[in-house]
């Protein structure tokens, strides 16, 4: 059974760089099968669309957020992950990793539980 | 502001079906058949209900069920239960190679 679980700081002050990593076990990350994307929650809205990336190849971002994102995937780690850079108070939320399909980069078929982070001065 | 809107909140008794609709443009919904639905328990990981508009996962209920026309796709749940309590939320392929997902429904069962 695949899992995902996300891991990094929960707390940061604005203007610093969120980075979370997502360890993918039960399956290997690398694999053409798939995207590895991250979605978040800010607290009381609904889920927001960050970014994916495929085993090799081109990086997907939203518009909204490309200026500041980069997606990763460490094959040697079996993990992928994201950095966020100059984070506001906007930015905190519950931030999940998924795995999705090629072709069909929005059927999120496997979730991370999630992990909570904090801007705050 | 989500690019694709949804109902805030939906309600519906035990036993009965509802209907959540996701209305975008034919530049996301309109345009492709890559249409999902996720259903959300708070606290919980979110779940894939159903996938390219129409298609259920292995193991999800055959009381969901989504359908698309035009701009809107639909996420129908028959037979409601005191379980579908939940937050659901569409998503959808874009023409800019991205996705978008709906601002969320919150399904209460009466």
């Known amino acids: 059974q695949l899992q995902l679980q996300e891991s990094g700081p929960g707390l940061l002050k604005p203007s610093e760089t969120l980075s979370l990593a997502c360890t993918v076990s039960?399956?290997?990350?690398?694999?053409?099968?798939?995207?590895w994307g991250w979605i978040r929650q800010p607290p009381g809205k609904g889920l927001e669309w960050i970014g994916s990336?495929?085993?090799?190849?081109?990086?997907y971002y939203s518009p909204s957020l490309k200026s500041r994102v980069t997606i990763s995937v460490d094959t040697s780690n079996n993990q992928f992950s994201l950095k966020l850079s100059s984070v506001v108070v906007a930015d905190t939320a519950v931030y999940y990793c998924a795995r999705s399909l090629v072709g069909a980069m929005g059927d999120f078929d496997y979730w991370g539980q999630g992990t909570l982070v904090t801007v705050s001065s | 502001q989500s690019a694709l809107t949804q109902p805030a909140s939906v309600s519906g008794s035990p036993g009965q079906s509802i209907t959540i609709s996701c209305t975008g443009t034919n530049r996301d919904i309109g345009g492709y058949n890559y249409v999902s639905w996720f259903q959300h328990h708070p606290g919980k990981a979110p779940k894939l209900i159903i996938y390219e508009v129409s298609n259920r996962p292995s193991g999800v209920s055959n009381r969901f069920s989504g359908s698309k026309s035009g701009n809107t796709a639909s996420l129908t749940i028959s037979g409601l239960q005191a379980e579908d309590e939940a937050d659901y939320y569409c998503?959808?392929?874009?023409?800019?190679?991205?996705?978008?997902f709906g601002g969320g429904t919150k399904l209460t069962v009466l």
């Open positions: 998503n959808s392929y874009t023409s800019g190679t991205t996705l978008e």
């Open positions: 039960g399956g290997s990350i690398s694999s053409n099968r798939y995207y």
């Open positions: 990336v495929p085993y090799s190849g081109s990086t």
